[in-house]
């Protein structure tokens, strides 16, 4: 569900709030202290120079005449001390806050996309994803840094603006009308600031997704001859993101560079007025110059806080976007829902699936039923639904129409976790850690002991792995490159058996492997008949031919 609040108060969430309030108590504190330090100067400047102070400040004279000059200086020494260590407070506080909100961003982003619903997980782009996991979300704890340095120059600004006040109103006044026709004369330089921010969210997302794309697909660079054409696609990604970068940051500079320039023609303008009209005194104008001399940094750091803030925007939104998209489609969480056993047969009964966007339904009509440890064959051409209906009968998804059934138990959202825990996957592509061949196994359902361990990886026909040369130790390499292709099948077999499923499903499992690895995880499936329900995905070859039964889908029907 999507929020109108400020992206800023959506960070700032209940956790955060406590040390966002007490930073804001350091930032007072801190601008209380500078303040005071320089409103010193008067009484300081005044008992080295009485006649310079007029009628202007006199209280504050008197003040400074009753402390004596030492104790005027010391006072002054610790003040500065005082805010130093504040300061110091504050720097720490602020990284803890920028941090955190990181944290939770992240963590809650990541929950999301867990506990999504797979119709919508699985049509997100990985690469945006990953961008908004990795970057985006760093670049909103860049977004809370800048705000709080921005509300901190607010803060120290308002403090001097009371202590020029109390020295030279006038003076004051026009230096306070002319910072505030300055931001609003930069409001053009933030919107636009927000407009680069969305490009280099864009070109990040691009970056990275030509990366993914390009290491993925190395092998058939290298052997196309394509590397020429690989270069140039990430390089320009590159660029891209080089040059919102700079764009920025001439921004930033010709701001900068405005607002110092104005900002010395002010002062200028203002301290003749206070010389050549009002007849001020050098101890009232030299603690003026002071005020404003440390007030323009400030002024520029709230401008550049604000612009970096503007930049920062895009992704905090892009972060809540896919935060918000996610947990719109959250799933109804199990709890302690008994488990969901089959023990007499899965089937469907008039099931179809229509993806949104797609001018077809992927599944029409489809009756089917898979006795409990029997094997079923799904056959077909590529997209005629053989994975969409592979995910139905897993609990990924519900049917749109007709239903899902487990020993008569309709399967809906509500219960589909629950049977979902009952099953296991093999892809075509089994997924590897570059971890040890122990993590590999224990990925996904962690704890295991070596006895079930070495029992799952003899059921799936896989005790070459116990003689690996550090046995479940031995480190399996970046993608498990370490073993064979048909290796790499059985001991995701024998991962996916560690969880007693009761319905396991091979998904085009041995379509990449040789005759001889695909006859060795045929020799494991044989093994495993009558003991587990088994839907095998497949065009033809050795598993197929295991099967009780074989079903044929073409455009999404079953034909036989």
Do not use: C
Not at 67 to 87: H, K, P, S, T, Y
Not at 356 to 368: F, K, R
Not at 432 to 457: E, I, K, P
Request: proline residues 3%; neutral net charge; charged residues 20%.
């Amino acid at each position: 569900m999507t929020s109108d609040r400020h992206p800023l108060l959506r960070l700032i969430g209940p956790g955060q709030r406590p040390r966002a309030l007490w930073l804001v108590v350091l930032m007072v504190g801190s601008a209380l202290t500078e303040s005071l330090g320089l409103m010193l100067l008067v009484p300081l400047l005044a008992a080295l120079e009485p006649e310079a102070a007029g009628a202007l400040g006199g209280w504050l004279t008197g003040l400074g005449t009753a402390l004596g000059l030492g104790q005027a200086l010391l006072l002054f020494v610790g003040l500065v001390a005082l805010r130093a260590l504040i300061n110091l407070a504050r720097g720490s506080e602020t990284l803890r806050l920028e941090i955190g909100v990181v944290d939770v961003l992240r963590g809650r982003a990541w929950r999301a996309l867990l506990a999504a619903d797979w119709r919508v997980l699985s049509a997100m782009r990985r690469a945006e994803s990953t961008s908004v996991l990795v970057t985006a979300i760093d670049r909103a704890g860049y977004g809370v840094n800048q705000a709080v340095a921005g509300l901190a120059a607010l803060i120290t600004l308002g403090g001097l603006t009371l202590a020029g006040l109390a020295v030279a109103p006038l003076i004051t006044l026009g230096g306070a009308l002319g910072g505030i026709a300055v931001l609003l004369a930069y409001s053009r330089l933030r919107r636009r600031a927000a407009q680069l921010g969305d490009r280099l969210g864009q070109a990040y997302a691009a970056m990275q997704g030509g990366l993914n794309d390009n290491l993925e697909a190395m092998r058939m660079v290298k052997s196309l001859g394509g590397e020429a054409r690989a270069e140039e696609v990430v390089l320009a990604g590159f660029a891209d993101l080089s040059e919102a970068r700079l764009a920025y940051q001439r921004d930033i500079g010709l701001g900068q560079l405005a607002l110092q320039a104005g900002g010395a023609g002010v002062l200028a303008v203002l301290v003749w007025l206070a010389v050549e009209r009002w007849q001020l005194g050098s101890a009232a104008i030299l603690p003026m110059v002071a005020l404003f001399a440390r007030s323009l940094p400030l002024l520029g750091a709230l401008q550049e806080s604000w612009q970096h803030f503007s930049y920062a925007r895009p992704a905090i939104e892009s972060a809540f976007a896919l935060i918000d998209a996610a947990e719109a489609a959250r799933e109804p969480d199990p709890g302690e829902q008994q488990s969901i056993r089959l023990e007499r047969e899965i089937r469907l009964e008039q099931a179809g699936v229509q993806f949104d966007g797609s001018p077809g339904a992927a599944l029409a009509g489809i009756d089917l039923a898979i006795p409990a440890r029997g094997i079923a064959a799904l056959t077909g051409a590529s997209g005629a639904g053989k994975s969409t209906l592979a995910d139905l009968l897993g609990g990924l998804i519900s049917p749109d129409s007709g239903q899902l059934t487990i020993d008569g138990l309709t399967i809906d959202p509500a219960n589909r976790r629950a049977w979902r825990r009952r099953v296991a996957y093999v892809h075509q592509r089994p997924v590897m850690l570059a971890a040890s061949l122990r993590d590999n196994l224990n990925w996904g359902r962690a704890g295991f002991g070596d006895a079930v361990l070495q029992a799952a990886l003899r059921s799936a026909a896989a005790q070459f792995a116990l003689e690996l040369p550090q046995g479940l130790d031995t480190a399996l390499g970046d993608g498990g490159r370490v073993l064979s292709g048909g290796e790499q099948q059985r001991i995701a077999l024998a991962r996916a058996l560690l969880g007693e499923p009761d319905l396991l499903i091979l998904d085009e499992a041995t379509s990449a492997l040789d005759p001889a690895s695909e006859a060795q995880v045929a020799e494991a499936i044989t093994g495993l008949k009558g003991k587990v329900t088994m839907l095998v995905i497949a065009h033809r070859g050795q598993l197929t031919e295991l099967a009780d039964r074989t079903y044929r889908l073409d455009q999404g029907r079953l034909v036989s």
